[in-house]
C-alpha cells in the first residue's frame, strides 16, 4: 500500500507521517479521556483529595523531623493519611481503567492501520547500532542485515510514549504527584 501523499516530497517522509499520526492518535486520546475522565466531578473531587493528603503528609513529615514530641502519636496520623492517600490513589487509577480499554482499542486501531502502511519498510536510520533486544524491537518486519534500520513499530512507540506524556503534561492531565501508586502498590515495609 502507498504512503499518505502529505509529506511524500520530503527525504523524511515515512518518519515524519509516523510521528504526525502518533501526534493525532495522541490527541485523540487525550480528547477521549477528557471527555470519560478529566472533566467529570469524581475525577476532579478525588484529585483534589489526593493533592491534600500529600501535601498534609509532606507537612506532616517535615514537621516530625523537626519536633520528637509525641512520637507515637504523630506516626499514627502519618500513617493514617498515608493509608487515605494509597486508597485514593488506587480509586483513581481504577476510575481511569474504564478510558484506558478505549483508549487501548483507538492504539490498536492505528497500529493495525500504521502497519500495514509500513509492512516491511524502513521508516528511518538509527544513529547507533542497538543491543539484543532493542535492535529486536527496532527491526522488527524488516528485511535485510542493516541493524541501524527502524521499523514503523519502534519509532511509532518511542513517539508515542514521549509525545502522551508531554501533552498530558502540557493539557494538565499528568497524575496529581502523590498518586504514584496505581493498581498495584509497592508493599508497605512497615507491615513485613
Given at each position: 500500500?502507498?504512503?499518505?501523499?502529505?509529506?511524500?516530497?520530503?527525504?523524511?517522509?515515512?518518519?515524519?507521517?509516523?510521528l504526525?499520526?502518533?501526534?493525532?492518535?495522541?490527541?485523540?486520546?487525550?480528547?477521549?479521556?477528557?471527555?470519560?475522565?478529566?472533566?467529570t466531578?469524581?475525577?476532579?473531587?478525588?484529585?483534589?483529595?489526593?493533592?491534600?493528603?500529600?501535601?498534609?503528609?509532606?507537612t506532616?513529615?517535615?514537621?516530625?523531623?523537626?519536633?520528637?514530641?509525641?512520637?507515637?502519636?504523630?506516626?499514627k496520623?502519618?500513617?493514617?493519611?498515608?493509608?487515605?492517600?494509597?486508597?485514593?490513589?488506587r480509586?483513581?487509577s481504577?476510575?481511569?481503567?474504564?478510558?484506558?480499554?478505549?483508549?487501548?482499542?483507538?492504539?490498536?486501531?492505528?497500529?493495525?492501520?500504521?502497519?500495514?502502511?509500513?509492512?516491511?519498510?524502513?521508516?528511518?536510520?538509527?544513529?547507533?547500532?542497538?543491543?539484543?533486544?532493542?535492535?529486536?524491537?527496532?527491526?522488527?518486519?524488516?528485511?535485510?542485515?542493516?541493524?541501524?534500520?527502524?521499523?514503523?513499530?519502534?519509532?511509532?512507540f518511542?513517539?508515542?510514549?514521549?509525545i502522551?506524556?508531554?501533552?498530558?503534561?502540557?493539557?494538565?492531565?499528568?497524575?496529581?504527584?502523590?498518586?504514584?501508586?496505581?493498581?498495584?502498590?509497592?508493599?508497605?515495609?512497615?507491615?513485613?
Amino acid at each position: 500500500m502507498a504512503t499518505p501523499q502529505l509529506f511524500s516530497s520530503f527525504k523524511y517522509s515515512d518518519s515524519l507521517t509516523v510521528l504526525s499520526i502518533s501526534f493525532c492518535t495522541a490527541i485523540v486520546c487525550e480528547a477521549i479521556s477528557w471527555l470519560l475522565i478529566y472533566r467529570t466531578t469524581s475525577y476532579k473531587s478525588l484529585r483534589s483529595s489526593i493533592d491534600k493528603a500529600a501535601k498534609k503528609l509532606e507537612t506532616m513529615k517535615t514537621d516530625s523531623s523537626s519536633a520528637k514530641l509525641a512520637k507515637k502519636s504523630k506516626t499514627k496520623k502519618i500513617d493514617r493519611v498515608e493509608s487515605s492517600l494509597k486508597e485514593s490513589s488506587r480509586d483513581l487509577s481504577l476510575f481511569k481503567f474504564k478510558s484506558g480499554a478505549v483508549v487501548a482499542l483507538v492504539l490498536f486501531v492505528v497500529f493495525g492501520l500504521l502497519n500495514s502502511l509500513f509492512e516491511g519498510k524502513v521508516v528511518g536510520k538509527l544513529p547507533f547500532r542497538p543491543f539484543g533486544i532493542v535492535m529486536k524491537m527496532s527491526h522488527r518486519g524488516l528485511q535485510g542485515d542493516d541493524p541501524t534500520d527502524c521499523s514503523m513499530a519502534f519509532l511509532y512507540f518511542l513517539c508515542s510514549i514521549s509525545i502522551r506524556t508531554n501533552l498530558q503534561k502540557f493539557l494538565g492531565f499528568a497524575p496529581p504527584r502523590g498518586a504514584s501508586a496505581g493498581l498495584f502498590p509497592m508493599p508497605d515495609p512497615k507491615t513485613n
